[in-house]
């Protein structure tokens, strides 16, 4: 069975058709590129994709779950997550911490017993954290781990921004 199934989805601005009739699975496991000259309908298709665009027709199915009106914080408590091209990291805080950002939809604890350090906001933050040290190995920055992403070349910024929609 298909993680993400698309079928049959459009898309239209005005009189512009983005997308038309797209449809595709992708498989556990599977990686699948889309690749287009510029005004294809790439990034229309992910917004689809991740909720911020609605299409007219089709329907959209993740992890066996047929999506009616997808919005994006729906998408990113399913799993769905995205990167940018224009990286938009919090450049004076650490990689761990930005990844840490990513896992903010995941907790439950307020803002109040986390500023606190309440024991169930402390139990909280450490299975995030075991989290997003697990995504810091696979991603093979351990190195970087305490350092201010803003100071870190472009290529290793682009993995802390994987890193944090892995996050998700």
Not at 79 to 95: E, K, P
Request: net charge positive; aromatic share 6%.
């Amino acid at each position: 069975m298909p993680v993400l199934r698309l079928e049959d989805i459009h898309l239209q601005f005005g009189g512009i058709k983005a997308l038309q009739s797209i449809g595709f699975d992708v498989q556990p496991g599977e990686i699948r590129a889309i690749i287009g000259p510029n005004g294809a309908g790439k990034s229309s298709l992910l917004n689809v994709i991740n909720g911020v665009y609605q299409p007219q027709q089709g329907r959209l199915t993740f992890a066996g779950q047929t999506l009616g009106l997808m919005r994006p914080v729906l998408a990113a408590k399913l799993g769905i997550a995205r990167t940018f091209q224009n990286l938009a990291l919090f450049s004076g805080m650490s990689v761990l911490d930005n990844i840490m950002a990513g896992r903010n939809l995941h907790m439950r604890c307020g803002l109040l017993s986390q500023a606190l350090r309440l024991r169930p906001a402390v139990r909280e933050e450490v299975t995030h954290r075991l989290v997003a040290e697990r995504i810091i190995d696979f991603l093979e920055i351990q190195a970087w781990r305490k350092v201010p992403v803003g100071r870190l070349p472009y290529g290793l910024q682009k993995r802390v921004d994987l890193g944090r929609a892995l996050a998700m």
